[in-house]
């Protein structure tokens, strides 16, 4: 497997969608939900944050406003961000009323709000998402253990590597979007724990 290959798994691999999917799976496995309260989080987390976004992305794509599923053209970028915030949005008021763990509820809301974020942000450049996805989910992961591990920011150098090396995103895009993953994700993890 030459380089190139390599980078077009790891990008694959660390996609921030299937990695949503497995943070949503270790997140009722390792907080004390009852069966409900899981039951309800897999549901929600797994449905708005990997199976609408990618039912999004499929309609742009086979509707021709997108190339393919990474939405290359930063012009292109906004429509799936708005969309994915307006759904994102929807699920944070489900989650509300339907009374799910909080811990899950601030992690939604960490979801949206960074998203609303990248949305402006791709108005005039083109911060790297898989960068900035990962990041977050790292964060979140290393916040509800309580602990600070720097070998579990590997997957996020190699998500960054495959996206240089695969010409999709500059060293700047990745670096700001790393950046910009863990600091507003462990802001706002703070800021829940702290008033709610």
Known sequence: MDKTQAARWISVLFNPLWVGALFFIWLVNILPYGQREAVLVLISGILSTVVIPLAIVAVLVKSGRAENMDVPDRKKRFLPFALFSLEYFIFVILNRLLELPVSFQAVMWVVLVNTLIYAVITLWWKVSIHAAGIAGYIVC??????????????????????RVHLKAHT??????????????????????????
Do not use: K, M, N, R
Request: hydrophobic share 65%; net charge negative; aromatic share 22%.
């Open 141 to 162: 992961v290393l916040w509800f253990l309580d602990l600070f591990c720097i070998l579990a920011f590997l997957p996020l150098l190699l998500t960054a590597w495959s």
């Open 171 to 196: 060293l700047a895009q990745v670096i700001v979007g790393s950046i910009l993953g863990i600091a507003l994700t462990y802001f706002q993890l703070e800021y829940y724990a702290t008033y709610f």
